[in-house]
């Protein structure tokens, strides 16, 4: 009886892959099993008693990365899942899809044990097997993920003072005439294919100047917000005028020359937002909104495949096998 449901499924599917499904892109441009081995320690069921049946971890994982493109809750990625076809295809048909506690239990033990940041970096030791390694660049810069702020006065207690659960590490802060409350991403792009190579997440106070992405060797991109402090790589950071101290023209032409540079930097954030829907989250820390985001960017980068490939790029790297 299931070979025929899979069947029919496979059948209705056609359609629907006629009329474009980058979900099935997304299955060819990694080699999903490799995530089994990093993360697969994650779960211990070797009691004398058994227990419950541990999830697939790679279908946990395509969960994930399904919630992340399109901003699903955990109880509609639950639904979704069990009803959209393309989204069936995509986890592989699955005998049984994972429930919504399930999927809040495997993001949050993820959050608790870092695995997220060890998916995080398979995922950037595929991208450079595959030859898209960084070689002119990497740009850096932030934006904003908001949150509910609740009705507490700026007064109340966070992190583990908290009273409710939307006061937990969020801060205040101002940029311009606008506040905002939340947490901040920061990332760094490379220059080659514009991939998001290394992210990290503060409370939206935290200055931008004060994370720095950089590794030894590489040439950082940088607007005016981080000038003045160091960094681990090659500085090419925009510089600004201080008092009684106004920029050249050689500062200004070389300003220019990285504005250009950086523009494309731009674009990750456009497509978190605007197509992704993520620019605000509703969990309330730190630790919690990291493994979103490591999801969000790692949704980006397999969107960004998808753009390469369309462009061409992907079939003149010699090691990419489709």
């Not at 399904?66 to 989204?87: G, T, V």
């Not at 033990?109 to 950037?124: F, M, P, S, V």
Request: overall charge positive.
């Amino acid at each position: 009886m299931e070979n025929l449901v899979d069947f029919a499924l496979e059948e209705r599917y056609k359609s629907i892959k006629h009329l474009g499904d980058r979900l099935s892109e997304f299955s060819t441009f990694i080699d999903w099993e490799r995530f089994r081995t990093v993360v697969g320690d994650i779960y211990q069921n070797q009691t004398e008693q058994g227990g419950r049946p541990n999830m697939d971890i790679v279908l946990m994982i395509k969960m994930l990365v399904l919630q992340s493109m399109y901003n699903l809750s955990d109880p509609e990625l639950e639904r979704q899942a069990n009803d959209r076809i393309s989204f069936m295809k995509f986890l592989d048909y699955p005998e049984k899809i994972p429930d919504q506690t399930t999927v809040w239990y495997f993001r949050e033990r993820l959050a608790k044990t870092g695995k997220d940041k060890a998916i995080w970096e398979e995922l950037q030791r595929q991208l450079d097997a595959k030859g898209l390694k960084i070689r002119k660049g990497t740009i850096q810069d932030a934006t904003f993920i908001t949150a509910d702020p609740g009705h507490a006065s700026t007064d109340t207690p966070r992190e583990e003072d908290a009273k409710t659960r939307r006061s937990r590490d969020g801060t205040w802060t101002k940029k311009g005439k606008k506040s905002y409350f939340g947490y901040k991403l920061h990332t760094k792009e490379d220059c080659d294919f514009g991939l998001i190579r290394a992210l990290e997440v503060t409370t939206a106070s935290t200055h931008d100047s004060q994370v720095d992405l950089s590794k030894e060797g590489e040439v950082i991109y940088r607007d005016r917000r981080y000038f003045g402090t160091k960094t681990n790589g090659f500085n090419a950071t925009m510089q600004r005028g201080v008092r009684g101290h106004p920029i050249g023209i050689r500062d200004i032409l070389r300003n220019a020359r990285i504005s250009r540079i950086r523009s494309p930097g731009e674009r990750p954030y456009a497509i978190i937002k605007n197509v992704f829907h993520s620019a605000h989250t509703r969990v309330t820390t730190v630790l919690r909104v990291h493994a979103k985001m490591v999801f969000t960017a790692f949704t980006f980068n397999l969107f960004q495949l998808a753009t390469l490939k369309k462009q061409g790029v992907l079939e003149r790297m010699l090691s990419i096998k489709f």
